[in-house]
């Protein structure tokens, strides 16, 4: 910025993340758990969330010695705050028949309604594409209303399940969207 006033949400910037980014990733984690999640996920679980124990628990690991084509990008303000990320990379439950999975996207809810998100998934896709996998699923919690956002980019629902989730704490009804061909996504 030039004149000195405050970053404006939608002036961002995407990256991919590295080992310094935690802090800044697991802020935003924390973060939009708490803000989304409440009536979800049990009360006592959302509280105890602190920044330190989701680096612990994962992102100081992953960022330092990421799986075998797995990506990770931050969307910054101008100022390098990070303000959201997504991961996506090979599906984890290969069962589920698509390549590609969205294993992971989250965006300050001060800043959301302004186009992060849809950058991040075209920046997943085009990873994807770029790896060989050529569709994609995502996991939503079944409740949870912003399942409407993969809705809106193109997903189709395909599948639900109950899955055990480690912050949680117990298991939780989940919604997998799912893209057969990724190529109008990566073109965001
Ligand atoms: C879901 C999320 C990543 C979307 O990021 P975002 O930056 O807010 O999304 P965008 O601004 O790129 O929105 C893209 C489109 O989806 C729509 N959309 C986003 N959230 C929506 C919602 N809850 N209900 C309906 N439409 C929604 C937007 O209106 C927009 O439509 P448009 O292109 O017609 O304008 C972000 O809101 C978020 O982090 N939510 C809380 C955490 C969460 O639920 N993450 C997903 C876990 S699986």
Redesign the pocket.
């Known amino acids: 910025m030039t004149d000195g006033a405050p970053a404006r949400s939608w002036q961002f910037e995407i990256r991919p993340a590295g080992p310094d980014d935690r802090l800044g990733m697991a802020r935003v984690h924390v973060a ?1 758990w708490k ?2 999640y409440r009536g979800m996920v049990p009360e006592e679980r959302l509280d105890a969330l602190t920044v330190e124990g989701d680096i612990a628990s994962g992102f100081g690991r992953w960022l330092t010695d990421p799986p075998p084509d797995r990506a990770y990008r931050v969307a910054h303000l101008s100022d390098g705050t990070i303000v ?1 990320f997504a991961v996506g990379g090979p599906n984890r439950y290969p069962e589920d028949d698509f390549s590609g999975e969205l294993g ?4 300050l ?1 001060d ?10 998934v075209g920046h997943i896709a085009r990873h994807l594409l770029a790896t060989g996998r050529p569709d994609m699923i ?4 079944a409740q ?3 399942r ?2 993969y809705e ?2 193109g997903g189709v629902l395909v599948r639900e399940r109950v899955a055990e989730s480690r912050i949680a704490g117990g298991s939780l009804r989940e919604r997998g969207y799912g893209w057969r061909d990724l190529t109008a996504l990566a073109r965001r």
């Open positions: 939009t803000s989304t959201g992971a996207i989250y965006v809810q800043h959301q309604g302004h186009g992060i998100g849809s950058a991040l995502v996991w939503v919690i949870n209303p912003y409407r956002f809106k980019l």
